[in-house]
């Protein structure tokens, strides 16, 4: 009988495994926080979300900030502070510059005070070489920023505003160089601000502004981004501009060579001059998306026929204006188009019709409507029978 043995392995002998503990979890608690890369800091947690807040609530996150920066002793990738008790600014600043000596990369910053007491945003702040993205959110900040050398590293930019003054508007959202990524939301009130917008290397843009107060229109904002690739508008309010002024949408709006997507929205009235100088001046957009926010068109829902058509008169702002030459974009890149809140206005409709007949290359168009029951089956039908500049154009109505 011939026996099979398990052939001879010739070679280094195996390494004896290496044990690798976890030391860090065995370090006691007043180490533990020099390893920790996130500092998160907000006063709302439940050690200070106590219903009857007082001077003392304060007091104790003060502390408990200060308890934790000062065991941290290694570099921060991420500080956020949520402070919305705020007594005193000065360790709110100590706290922020303790965050850029340990070199943070990004800072989300929520602070709220109803003292009427202004904090105005550390120089160091303005200055700092590692800062990538930076959230601002705040009823209380002020903004002086250096008038050189300003976010040299900074790519994202997210700013909440309330009731902004134009210092803010014209000169925080100018001094970044490198920036790719800009969102501006939050409330504006009665005066009229110039938003000037420049960064060579933008290439998303939101504005999501509400209106604080009625009867302001005199808002504009100036943008020179000319790498801007998507700009996304949750309010138009710099769209009541004539464009034939010397203030008008035409003279503040860039050209946008590379923007391939762009969403516009509007709430109540629809300045249509605005969504023609867009297309004018991106050249080769491809994905639209025109959403309506209706506020005060709640009879739209009527099947009067002539009652819609004057409601959309009056409630959407002037009326559509056919271009004098078909937009670039609109004839040979536009591929698919969606409309939603459609509420079958005169305007509204002429618009559809337009982008139909003249898209040439256009794939699909989704209309969502805000017409219920018998009336959108009635805009259905109509819309169906438009002419379609593309053979392949799919229309689709919701």
């Known amino acids: 009988m011939v026996s099979q043995s398990k052939p001879l392995m010739l070679g280094k002998k195996p390494k004896p495994q290496v044990i690798v503990k976890d030391r860090i979890s065995q370090l006691p608690e007043s180490k533990l926080w020099a390893f920790v890369p996130n500092i998160d800091l907000d006063d709302e947690h439940e050690h200070f979300s106590e219903r009857n807040r007082d001077r003392n609530d304060y007091v104790h996150f003060a502390m408990f900030v200060d308890h934790v920066l000062s065991l941290h002793e290694t570099d921060i990738h991420m500080f956020r502070l949520h402070c919305s008790i705020v007594e005193d600014f000065t360790p709110i600043e100590g706290w922020i510059c303790s965050a850029i000596g340990r070199n943070a990369v990004e800072f989300d910053l929520h602070i709220e005070s109803f003292r009427n007491k202004i904090f105005q945003l550390p120089r160091s702040v303005f200055m700092h070489k590692k800062l990538v993205v930076l959230k601002l959110n705040s009823n209380c900040l002020s903004y002086v920023p250096p008038e050189s050398g300003c976010f040299p590293s900074l790519k994202f930019l997210h700013v909440t505003v309330y009731f902004p003054n134009n210092a803010l508007a014209e000169k925080l959202f100018s001094c970044c160089p490198v920036l790719e990524d800009l969102t501006i939301d939050?409330?504006?009130?009665?005066?009229?601000?110039?938003?000037?917008?420049?960064?060579?290397?933008?290439?998303?843009?939101?504005?999501?502004?509400?209106?604080?107060?009625?009867?302001?229109?005199?808002?504009?904002?100036?943008?020179?981004?000319?790498?801007?690739?998507?700009?996304?508008?949750?309010?138009?309010?710099?769209?009541?501009?004539?464009?034939?002024?010397?203030?008008?949408?035409?003279?503040?709006?860039?050209?946008?060579?590379?923007?391939?997507?762009?969403?516009?929205?509007?709430?109540?009235?629809?300045?249509?001059?605005?969504?023609?100088?867009?297309?004018?001046?991106?050249?080769?957009?491809?994905?639209?998306?025109?959403?309506?926010?209706?506020?005060?068109?709640?009879?739209?829902?009527?099947?009067?026929?002539?009652?819609?058509?004057?409601?959309?008169?009056?409630?959407?702002?002037?009326?559509?204006?056919?271009?004098?030459?078909?937009?670039?974009?609109?004839?040979?890149?536009?591929?698919?188009?969606?409309?939603?809140?459609?509420?079958?206005?005169?305007?509204?409709?002429?618009?559809?019709?337009?982008?139909?007949?003249?898209?040439?290359?256009?794939?699909?168009?989704?209309?969502?409507?805000?017409?219920?029951?018998?009336?959108?089956?009635?805009?259905?039908?109509?819309?169906?029978?438009?002419?379609?500049?593309?053979?392949?154009?799919?229309?689709?109505?919701?």
């Open 186 to 398: 939050g409330v504006v009130g009665y005066d009229a601000l110039n938003f000037k917008i420049s960064a060579p290397e933008l290439k998303m843009l939101r504005i999501r502004l509400r209106l604080g107060a009625l009867g302001i229109d005199g808002n504009n904002f100036s943008v020179n981004a000319p790498k801007l690739e998507t700009l996304d508008v949750t309010e138009v309010i710099f769209s009541n501009y004539n464009l034939e002024s010397s203030k008008s949408i035409g003279c503040s709006l860039p050209a946008f060579g590379n923007l391939s997507e762009l969403k516009l929205v509007v709430r109540n009235r629809y300045h249509w001059e605005l969504l023609t100088e867009l297309l004018k001046r991106s050249p080769k957009l491809e994905h639209l998306v025109i959403e309506h926010e209706h506020e005060l068109c709640c009879t739209t829902f009527s099947d009067d026929e002539e009652e819609v058509e004057e409601l959309s008169t009056v409630y959407l702002g002037p009326q559509w204006n056919t271009p004098e030459t078909v937009p670039i974009c609109v004839s040979s890149h536009l591929k698919t188009i969606t409309i939603r809140g459609f509420g079958g206005g005169y305007d509204e409709m002429e618009v559809a019709k337009y982008l139909l007949e003249n898209g040439k290359v256009l794939n699909k168009m989704v209309i969502y409507s805000f017409v219920f029951s018998c009336g959108s089956e009635k805009l259905d039908k109509e819309i169906v029978m438009f002419q379609t500049g593309s053979r392949t154009c799919q229309v689709e109505f919701f």
